[in-house]
């Protein structure tokens, strides 16, 4: 299949989704919005497990340190966390306390590995956090995610604020790779009523496409990495029609290397502003652990 034909998925097709708790937060804003808030450090439990493709599984977190709740808002799909893990040799997990310089390890104790992840959900009812992992085969998140069980432990950390979208245009357009497809849920799930959208995701093969939650208005386009090749993604976004006017939103995240062109094409060919593309690096291919605070995409 090639990226000029992705495989669409319409809401006709869509099986039944679990519905995903937000509450309200509609506003006036017509860009990105930041509301900052203090991090909290919780240590949770694995509740249960869902695997979603071969390579993609959901976890729900649970434990007392989510009694009191959690800062999800509304159209925040940016919002995210970072994950502690166990010591890979030994299974030993120590989180930081807070003290004079801010959260430190206690003296002699080994520092966990952390990685950010995109908060999948929340489940205000039963109190537990979502969170989605993709399965490269390498790597500590990736092997904690392919062997966790029910009842293993993570600590969570953050996240630092919500970085709320405008969810005042007709029309978004959302490109990504597996590792967006947490937050492009996100987006569909939570669209402003009579919005539409038009969803282009790069996955490695038809093995791994899902059903998305779909309302009339809302398309959504696989990209099969195996046979589309490099550069696939971008020339789906590119033969995609645009709504004339400017009334819509861009929003794309994945690798850096794909990311690049699709934000020159929105930005530079197209012209623009700012504040109506947003552009998230949340990996970097032969970079571990990368800092996507780091990452500026989004500069002139």
């Known amino acids: 299949m090639s990226a000029q034909q992705p495989a669409e998925q319409t809401a006709q097709e869509q099986r039944p989704q679990p519905r995903i708790w937000s509450g309200p937060n509609r506003t006036g804003q017509t860009q990105v919005n930041f509301i900052g808030g203090p991090v909290a450090r919780r240590l949770l439990t694995v509740s249960r497990i869902e695997s979603i493709t071969p390579r993609f599984r959901r976890f729900y977190l649970t434990g007392d340190d989510l009694a009191v709740g959690f800062p999800y808002v509304n159209f925040a799909p940016s919002d995210h966390v970072k994950v502690l893990f166990p010591q890979p040799d030994s299974g030993e997990l120590i989180l930081p306390t807070p003290g004079e310089r801010g959260w430190q390890m206690p003296e002699g104790a080994a520092k966990p590995i952390t990685r950010d992840y995109t908060v999948r959900g929340w489940l205000p009812d039963t109190r537990e956090l979502i969170l989605e992992f993709v399965i490269h085969g390498h790597g500590v998140a990736s092997a904690w995610a392919t062997n966790a069980k029910v009842g293993d432990k993570l600590g969570v950390m953050g996240p630092r604020g919500n970085i709320v979208f405008p969810e005042n245009y007709a029309f978004y357009l959302l490109a990504g790779d597996e590792a967006a497809l947490p937050s492009i849920t996100r987006l569909l799930e939570e669209l402003p009523e009579g919005a539409g959208a038009h969803a282009f995701i790069e996955v490695e093969d038809a093995g791994e496409t899902q059903d998305l939650p779909l309302r009339p208005g809302v398309k959504v386009a696989w990209v099969l990495r195996r046979t589309a090749g490099i550069g696939g993604l971008e020339r789906a976004v590119r ?32 012209g623009l502003p700012k504040e109506r593309v947003v552009v998230d690096g949340y990996w970097k291919r032969g970079v571990e652990n990368l800092d996507h605070h780091a990452v500026d995409l989004d500069a002139d």
Do not use: S, T
Request: proline letters at 6%.
């Open 239 to 270: 033969e995609v029609e645009l709504p004339a006017g400017d009334d819509w939103f861009v929003f794309a995240a994945g690798e850096v290397g794909m990311l690049r062109p699709i934000r020159d094409y929105f930005r530079k060919e197209l």
